[in-house]
């Protein structure tokens, strides 16, 4: 009596073959943001072209930390090849007082997430606020994000203007 032998080959589905393989390490998870008068003045900050380009894909709303465990959510806005932080990044700008010369070191963590450290114009780590921030639900009825609520103001102006201050690190 002949015998019949079974195929040992796996078929695999598509979707498992896109969880075996894990998202590739982005080439650039660092930079450097020193604030100037024009990211005072327009509420926003742009992300470096260099991490853009070669960081990793960020979804619409990323989620930034500071050392002390504070989270905010801030939507992302894509004008061409640029990146900007821009809603939820005023409020974070104001929460921690930050001004024209302030140093931002910013860690890609994964998962749209960074963490930060922020440094003052002597170079030294703030001390980050606890009790002046609170987070509440943002009242536009377009955006569902949490926002930051300033109960001291903070948000400083320097003297001169400039569009630099991005430093990039690999």
């Known amino acids: 009596m ?4 079974r195929s040992s080959a796996r078929i695999t589905s598509a979707a498992t073959q896109r969880r075996l393989k894990p998202e590739p390490e982005p080439a650039v ?6 604030i ?3 990211t005072i003045k327009k509420k926003m900050m742009k992300i470096p072209a260099r991490f853009v380009r ?3 894909k960020l979804s619409d709303i990323v989620t930034i930390e500071t050392p002390v465990g504070f989270k905010c959510s801030i939507r992302i ?5 640029e990146v900007w932080f821009e809603n939820g990044w005023s409020e974070f700008a104001k ?3 930050l001004s024209e010369g302030h140093l931002l070191f910013f860690h890609y963590k994964g998962n749209s997430s960074f963490g ?8 030294s780590e703030i001390i980050y606020p606890l009790d002046k921030v609170h987070v509440i639900e943002s009242d536009d009825d377009d955006d569902d994000d949490m926002v930051m609520e300033d109960v001291e103001e903070g948000f400083g102006f320097g003297s001169s203007d400039g ?8």
Do not use: Q
């Open 116 to 123: 930060v450290i922020i440094f003052n114009i002597s170079a």
């Open 36 to 38: 100037s008068l024009s």
């Open 95 to 97: 929460a921690h007082s």
């Open 77 to 81: 806005k894509r004008v061409g090849n």
């Open 29 to 34: 998870k660092k930079f450097i943001n020193i």
């Open 163 to 170: 569009d630099g201050g991005v430093i990039e690190l690999d």
């Open 54 to 56: 070669l960081g990793p």
């Open 2 to 5: 002949p015998t019949t032998r």
